[in-house]
């Protein structure tokens, strides 16, 4: 068992089931899939190699994304942890080839970006379009990293990387800017990212969770945790400085 996947699940019992079963087609065997249900209903999914946890309450699709990944670090086969939507925004056909170049590359991180040269996004309505690339853009030019995609959760970690996030990450915010401080955390750890082409598409079934005030919310509070690490790296190196003069 080398590849665990984790799925933050909100009101998706159109989706979860088949994405499930299009997973286990395409995987075989040696994986776990884990899925982080904040939904008022259980959907009580008793499959082979899946762990199905159901919250009872939206805590948010970060905290749902550590809780799996908590999980996962449990289970010492586990040498690949993949992160992805319950939508089939995500295509899980995309899956091999993106483990295998991880493999080759030997990453930390790969991130599954929508703003590549060859990248497409499907469906999407004008203003989310527009609300996502500029999101992306302000949080490069204030993180100074060189990532376009910040904010697509199709993403393949390390094992030492998913335990940099676990110990680092969500202690500000729960929702989906995790996505961003987790690219931040990785990045300033000097970890291997890289991001690959993909195709997003927009959900056919069900709603999604994201609306306009939670991504001005996420953005003052990645700024916060921007300026809290710049803070704690910048004190991290006066105090390596001092104890270098002793």
Known sequence: MSVGIVIPCYNEEEN???LISYLKRILKRNYIIIVIDDSSKNLKINLSKVIYIHRKKKLGRGSAVLDGL?????????KYFI???ADFSHNPNE???????????????????RYLKNSKILNWPLKRKILSKLS???I??????????FSNGFRIYSRE???????????KDTNFIILSEII??????????????????????????????????SLFNLIQIFYLNRYLLKNLKAINKKFDTI
């Open 161 to 171: 990387a998913a335990k940099i996030i676990i110990k680092n990450c969500g202690k």
């Open 140 to 149: 490069k030019f204030l993180l100074k990293i060189p990532v376009n995609d």
């Open 136 to 138: 992306n853009l302000l």
């Open 83 to 85: 992160e992805m939507d």
């Open 70 to 78: 908590k999980i996962l670090l449990n289970k010492k086969k586990i």
């Open 95 to 113: 899956i091999p080839n993106n483990l295998n170049f991880f493999k080759k590359e030997k990453l930390d991180l790969l991130i599954s970006s």
């Open 184 to 217: 931040m955390v990785i990045f300033y750890n000097n970890l291997r990212v890289s991001e690959v082409k993909t195709i997003f598409k927009n959900r056919v079934r069900g709603e999604s969770s994201v609306n306009f005030v939670l991504v001005l919310k």
């Open 16 to 18: 979860i089931f088949k």
